[in-house]
């Protein structure tokens, strides 16, 4: 029995791998980015993670390849990143608290005269299973998603989430299939504070994919319907 035990311990230990969310293996060039602390310190640096692995905590190096840093994130007033998204433009994550049970990093998106909203990039976590010629389960590994989620504040107000999708559109196109009548039940619940949202939705015709493209296109709807 111990040795049946030792056999597929080895055999989980062989085939696990698990994807690691701090630095890939390979050599890469950080992104350049200021830290602003909120007791004021500024750094110039770099940020040493994905952009997509801020959860909790980030790693930031005052060089390209010196020795990093954490830092937590509730102690983080802003981060300014260069091409964090691979469009080639700067980013500023600001810190978002209203539940302080789950802070998090994201980057304004929109802002109109009643409605501001944000982005957070992060990864979604996929396991895989397996089996052994046993029949026992173990975790065969675990891959990562680039993802982003979307919310949005209604002058000042509570932070509502709205939209999420994955940067790869084939996942997408898998995943995230509507019906007309099933994306107008979302966007009513999303907004149901904001009945014109999913009125003026319905009155274009427009579609999830659509909405992929550009989730703020509902924002722009909701401001225009408040002015």
């Not at 980057?107 to 409605?115: D, L, M, Q, S, W």
């Not at 940067?167 to 039940?185: A, F, G, M, V």
Request: glycine share 6%.
């Amino acid at each position: 029995m111990k040795k049946l035990l030792f056999i597929i311990f080895l055999m989980v230990f062989s085939f696990a791998t698990i994807a690691n969310a701090k630095k890939p293996k390979e050599k890469v060039s950080w992104p350049k980015a200021v830290l602003t602390l909120k007791d004021g310190t500024v750094l110039n640096g770099y940020l040493q993670n994905d952009i997509h692995f801020m959860k909790k905590n980030i790693y930031f190096s005052e060089t390209q390849n010196g020795k990093d840093v954490k830092y937590k994130i509730v102690d983080i007033k802003s981060l300014e990143v260069d091409n964090a998204l691979q469009d080639g433009k700067k980013r500023i994550f600001i810190l978002i608290d209203d539940d302080p049970k789950f802070p998090f990093l994201a980057t304004e998106v929109f802002k109109g005269k009643h409605v501001v909203g944000y982005m957070e990039p992060y990864a979604f976590e996929n396991t895989i299973t397996s089996r052994t010629f046993t029949g026992i389960p173990y975790v065969a590994g675990t891959n990562y998603s680039g993802c982003r989620s979307y919310d949005y504040k209604v002058d000042g107000g509570k932070l509502v989430y709205y939209w999420m999708l994955f940067e790869d559109k084939k996942i997408n196109s898998k995943r995230e299939k509507y019906s007309q009548k099933k994306l107008l039940k979302k966007i009513k619940d999303k907004f149901k504070d904001y009945p014109a949202v999913a009125e003026e939705v319905e009155k274009r015709g427009l579609t999830a994919e659509q909405i992929h493209e550009d989730p703020t296109i509902l924002l722009e709807i909701l401001d225009k319907s408040l002015q």
